[in-house]
């Protein structure tokens, strides 16, 4: 597709639940990205993939994150037993490649919502 | 830890006043620096970046920054404003690849 993409736009789920957001990349983009923007506040880091496998994955905040890349396109990020501070618009980016002079090109986000 | 620090959260301007956001960052590592803006119910896009060499970066959209080494500093300037303008400014500053972001500043233009 011509940009990054990210589905569902809108996830409301009630606490203890599982998720699943998903992120389409823009084809030909090696690396890819997961952030979090809670209101207010900047776009914070999870985790990011060059290919198939997590180059970074020190920004996820604990184990009921989980991100997966499976074919090195589109990603999954899955988050077990949310909790309303879970709370925030999920971003994805890519880049051609990676690297710290690469633009990073970002899809709509995901606002999910815990009950 | 890097970061990055944004110290205008919201700046109200009317058209055609100058506008100057300020960023600083923390030190260390590679300096690569990048200005992203969000217009309402958009996504984020790049309005300009710096890697090395001249200092001052020219963006989109008439937009401009200035990389000052000695101050930690990369504060976004636009001569003259316009209502289109209205938005929410980012600095960021890669680190390893990922992008470690300020708070942002959010821009209110009026007509």
Do not use: M
Request: aromatic letters at 12%; charged letters at 20%.
């Amino acid at each position: 597709g011509a940009g990054v993409s990210q589905t569902p736009s809108n996830k409301v789920t009630e606490k203890g639940k599982y998720v699943e957001l998903r992120c389409d990349p823009i084809s030909g983009h090696t690396a890819l990205y997961w952030y979090r923007q809670s209101l207010g506040q900047g776009p914070e880091f999870l985790i990011y993939f060059q290919g198939t496998g997590a180059a970074d994955d020190s920004g996820l905040p604990n184990d009921r994150f989980f991100a997966v890349r499976p074919e090195g396109s589109v990603s999954t990020l899955k988050i077990q037993r949310t909790e309303r501070g879970d709370s925030a618009v999920y971003l994805c980016a890519s880049s051609f490649s990676p690297g710290t002079n690469n633009e990073q090109f970002f899809g709509p986000g995901t606002r999910l919502t815990v009950l | 830890a890097q970061s990055v620090s944004q110290h205008n959260h919201h700046v109200i301007l009317s058209e055609a006043a100058s506008l100057e956001l300020g960023c600083n960052y923390s030190y260390g590592g590679t300096v690569n620096l990048f200005w992203y803006v969000q217009y309402p119910g958009q996504h984020l896009q790049l309005l300009l970046k710096y890697f090395s060499g001249d200092p001052l970066v020219k963006g989109i959209k008439g937009f401009e920054a200035e990389f000052i080494k000695s101050k930690f500093s990369f504060n976004l300037r636009k001569p003259s404003v316009q209502w289109s303008d209205t938005a929410e400014y980012f600095c960021a500053k890669n680190q390893g690849g990922k992008l470690i972001f300020g708070q942002g500043t959010e821009l209110s233009v009026k007509p």
